[in-house]
């Protein structure tokens, strides 16, 4: 299962989170794209992987009595490939990921981060080149006010067509400048290889536009959704 996906991550980090939305929306799962609040730090960090899901609570204060796990949890769970997903479960003060995690994450080969909540040090982590999708940035750090109680779990993220949307670990995760969609991993192979074939029959109409045909036209002749079936109702 672990070479699967990750030959289906590196199939989907040479697609579009638009293609995958639009495969999605036909299969039956139409809510798998997350709250558009949760953008990249830079317009041009990409990324696709396998999620490692995280998740915490508001503390007020280091003695709280809330039982928290060491924040070094997440940087054990990086690895190669690897999309890091930590649910703040509506904090909106401080960060979750800063410029020294993002580099231990960055050197274990972590593909990607998505935080329902903040990341600080912004400078540093554009240089780093890795995506981080968040929803604010604050110099404001987590210790006192933010602690991590879940760890490789199941999280839910605030959606973009609905209130939140279920991650679970091992779903595949594309974000780009349009934002990020999760994909679970039951579908993850039909959907993948149905955005393959989505993103050839664009190509293609692309190719027709150029040559002066009208979009109408193109449409008609190269139908993108013909080869998808439904798999289930989304709840």
């Known amino acids: 299962m672990h070479a699967e996906l990750e030959l289906l991550s590196s199939r989907l980090r040479r697609l579009s989170s638009t293609v995958v939305s639009d495969v999605l929306d036909r299969a039956g799962f139409p809510h798998q794209s997350l709250t558009s609040a949760i953008r990249p730090l830079a317009p041009r960090m990409t990324f696709a992987g396998k999620a490692v899901c995280f998740s915490g609570v508001t503390v007020y204060g280091e003695e709280s009595g809330v039982k928290a796990l060491s924040p070094f949890e997440i940087d054990r769970a990086a690895a190669e490939g690897v999309v890091i997903v930590i649910a703040m479960n509506g904090h909106t003060m401080s960060a979750a990921i800063g410029g020294l995690m993002s580099l231990a994450l960055q050197r274990r080969g972590c593909a990607g981060v998505v935080v329902d909540g903040g990341a600080r040090d912004v400078g540093e982590i554009t240089d780093l080149a890795l995506p981080v999708f ?33 991650i679970a670990p091992d779903d595949l995760l594309i974000g780009d400048a349009d934002g990020v969609v999760v994909v679970p991993q039951s579908i993850a192979s039909d959907i993948v290889a149905w955005a393959e074939k989505v993103a050839e029959i664009e190509e293609t109409i692309a190719a027709k536009l150029r040559d002066g045909e009208t979009r109408e036209a193109a449409f008609a002749a190269h139908p993108r959704f013909a080869h998808i079936r439904r798999l289930r109702e989304q709840a």
């Open 134 to 166: 968040c929803r604010y940035a604050t110099p404001l750090i987590s210790a006192g006010r933010w602690a991590l109680t879940g760890a490789r779990a199941p999280v839910r993220v605030a959606g973009q067509a609905s209130d939140t949307v279920p």
